[in-house]
């Protein structure tokens, strides 16, 4: 069982708007520690798409943007495109662990 | 432009040791604004932190793992390294080595692509 919660699964039609959110607690996200998000094609390493809860590194298109908020942060991605279709990971710090923590992952569709 | 790349064995026997490499080119392994890591991925599952190193030779091990675990720090090859003991199958994975700010434990900006371990006799 991860520590950050996520959705198993979302989906959403192209050109729709779409949501993940990750709900951590006290000792992570509640914290004040960033949140990160990652993107996995299948087969590949996690990609950083979204970084300090709503900064995108540099080629990563505006469509995805990210917040925080208490204990959760969420990811979304306007305007959907097939190429969109993957994993996504939110990942922070926990001090119980002193060490990095993901999310369980979402596996976004595109219908 | 930083690559990281992981090397070692795909297939480990039940009850022995796994060992991997992690080779890092295109920057310095001995910068203080990064840790270096180690995070698998079972077949089929979500992504899990094994552990960090430090250039300086600290570690954190996640305490799931912390009895069976060392991770080293080789600065004069540019390399760090994970050794997982008494290894089951549940240990079957593909184990990605990776680069971490260390700046309040921030952002995992890059990644190696990743290698298999299969534990099986």
């Known amino acids: 069982q991860s520590v950050l919660t996520q959705p198993p699964s979302v989906s959403g039609a192209p050109g729709q708007r779409v949501t993940i959110s990750c709900t951590g607690s006290?000792?992570?996200?509640?914290?004040?520690?960033?949140v990160h998000w990652y993107q996995q094609l299948p087969g590949t390493a996690p990609k950083l798409i979204i970084y300090?809860?709503?900064n995108r590194p540099s080629g990563v298109p505006d469509r995805f943007s990210g917040s925080k908020s208490g204990t959760s942060a969420s990811l979304a991605i306007t305007g959907l495109q097939a190429e969109d279709e993957a994993d996504y990971y939110c990942q922070s710090y926990d001090t119980s662990l002193s060490g990095w923590v993901f999310g369980g992952g979402t596996k976004l569709t595109v219908l | 432009q930083l690559q990281l790349q992981e090397s070692g064995p795909g297939l480990v026997k039940p009850s022995e040791t796994l060992s991997l490499t992690c080779t890092v080119s295109g920057g310095s392994i001995s910068s203080s604004s990064y840790y270096w890591g180690w995070i698998r991925q079972p077949p089929g599952k979500g992504l899990e932190w094994i552990g960090s190193i430090y250039y300086s030779g600290s570690t954190y091990y996640n305490p799931s793992l912390k009895s069976r675990l060392t991770i080293s720090v080789d600065t004069s090859k540019n390399q760090f390294s994970l050794k997982l003991s008494s290894v089951t199958a549940a240990d079957t994975a593909v184990y990605y080595c990776?680069?971490?700010?260390?700046?309040?434990?921030?952002?995992?900006?890059?990644w190696g692509q990743g290698t298999l371990v299969t534990v099986s006799s």
């Open positions: 300090g809860n709503n």
């Open positions: 990776a680069r971490g700010y260390s700046s309040s434990w921030s952002k995992i900006d890059c």
């Open positions: 006290s000792s992570n996200i509640g914290a004040r520690y960033d």
